[in-house]
C-alpha cells in the first residue's frame, strides 16, 4: 500500500504516455545539444537585477515555509498523526547530499578564476543541481501526492508546490551570477541522459523509490542532473592551436603570453 508522504504510481496508458512524453522530450534536448551554436553565456545581470534575483530567492523560500506549515497542520489534523507516526524513508537524500558536496569542491578546486568567484559559483553550482532533477519531477508527480489532503486537495497541493516551483525556478536563477557558468553540448546530452533514465522509470510505473529498480532509477537519474550542473562549470577546451580563453571575470595579466609560452 502507498504510504502518506509518497505519490502513486503510474499505471496503464498513463505510464506509457508518459514514457513517451519523456523519450520525446529528451530526444529534443540532445537534438538541441547538436544544433544550436555552443557553447553560450547568459548575460550577467547589473546590480540592481542582482539583487532582485537573490530577495526573489530569499522570499520564495519564506513563503514555502509558512505554507509547508500549514500544510502541515492540516495534514496532521486530517489523519490524527502524531509525533510517533513514521515517514517513509527517503533512500535518496544521501546520495543528493553527497553528490551537491562533490560538485561544490570540484568547481572550488578548478584553478581559475579567483577563489572569491569560485567559491560563490561553488555554492550556486551546488544548491543548483538538485533543482536540475526537481523541477521537472515535481511536475511529474504534483498531482499525485498521496495522501490528498481534505476538504480540498487541490488547493493544499497548490499551497505546497507553487512556493516549491518558486525557489526551484529562483535558484536556477542564481546560476545567471556566475561568471563560470556556459551552456555547453554536454550539458543538453546529460540533461537528456537524465529523462531518458525518467522514461525507463516511467515504464515501470514512476513509482516511489521504496523498491530496488525505482531506487535505482532514481538515483541514476539524479547523478545525471547533478552531472548536467557540472557541465555547466567546466572549462572551455581552446581548438588546436588555439590560445586557452580566460573566464569571464578574469583579466589578462602582463607577461601571460610569454608564461604560458
Not at 504510481?9 to 514514457?19: E, P, Q, T
Not at 569542491?105 to 581559475?112: A, G, H, K, N
Request: hydrophobic letters at 55%; glycine letters at 6%.
Amino acid at each position: 500500500m502507498t504510504q502518506y508522504g509518497t505519490w502513486v504510481s503510474y499505471g496503464g496508458d498513463a505510464r506509457v504516455w508518459l514514457a513517451i512524453g519523456l523519450a520525446g522530450v529528451a530526444g529534443a534536448a540532445a537534438l538541441a545539444g547538436t544544433r544550436l551554436p555552443l557553447p553560450v553565456r547568459a548575460t550577467r545581470p547589473g546590480p540592481v537585477a542582482r539583487v532582485a534575483m537573490i530577495s526573489a530567492w530569499i522570499a520564495s523560500i519564506v513563503a514555502f515555509l509558512v505554507c509547508l506549515s500549514i500544510y502541515v497542520r492540516q495534514y496532521i489534523h486530517a489523519y490524527n498523526l502524531t509525533a510517533q507516526t513514521a515517514a517513509p524513508k527517503d533512500p535518496i537524500a544521501p546520495i543528493t547530499l553527497t553528490a551537491a558536496l562533490a560538485v561544490f569542491i570540484i568547481i572550488i578546486t578548478r584553478p581559475s578564476p579567483g577563489f572569491g568567484t569560485r567559491l560563490a559559483s561553488g555554492v550556486i553550482g551546488a544548491l543548483a543541481a538538485p533543482m536540475i532533477f526537481e523541477l521537472p519531477f515535481d511536475l511529474i508527480v504534483m498531482a499525485r501526492t498521496y495522501p490528498p489532503i481534505p476538504p480540498d486537495p487541490a488547493l493544499y497541493r497548490a499551497l505546497f508546490f507553487v512556493p516549491l516551483f518558486l525557489i526551484e525556478i529562483t535558484t536556477l536563477l542564481l546560476l545567471r551570477l556566475s561568471p563560470m557558468v556556459r551552456l555547453t553540448r554536454a550539458t543538453f546530452f546529460s540533461f537528456a541522459l537524465m529523462l531518458s533514465v525518467w522514461a525507463v522509470w516511467a515504464l515501470a510505473g514512476f513509482g516511489y523509490p521504496s523498491a530496488p529498480l525505482p531506487t535505482a532509477l532514481n538515483i541514476a537519474s539524479k547523478i545525471l542532473a547533478f552531472v548536467t550542473a557540472l557541465t555547466l562549470f567546466l572549462p572551455q577546451r581552446p581548438a588546436p592551436g588555439q590560445a586557452p580563453q580566460l573566464d569571464g571575470n578574469e583579466q589578462a595579466q602582463p607577461g601571460a603570453a610569454l608564461r604560458a609560452g
